[in-house]
């Protein structure tokens, strides 16, 4: 069953997302295996992230790679959003 999860770290710039996501690439995570769908929003300087994720278990690998990356660049982790995906709709 897939999980949508969405973010709302505080402090999190698009600058810092920027650094976030070429650490990931350089940490070969830039493409995680169970995430079928990756969208940041930016309101007032702010990114939140949603994503879409086959299971808890390929988010909790991920998350290995991930958090020590935030943390290290000095975003505020907060607890994400997480739902079962009830009815995608493309297009």
């Known amino acids: 069953m897939a999980l949508g999860i969405y973010f709302a770290h505080g402090g999190f710039t698009p600058h810092k997302y920027a650094d976030a996501l070429s650490q990931l690439e350089a940490a ?18 702010k990114i939140d992230v949603f994503d879409i994720w086959e299971s808890q ?33 493309y297009g």
């Open 28 to 45: 070969g995570a830039g493409a995680p295996d169970g995430r079928t769908l990756h969208v940041a929003l930016e309101t007032d300087g």
């Open 57 to 89: 278990a390929q988010f909790d690998a991920f998350g290995e790679t991930l958090i020590p990356i935030l943390t290290g660049l000095g975003v505020e982790l907060k607890a994400p959003m997480v739902a079962t995906v009830h009815n995608p709709i």
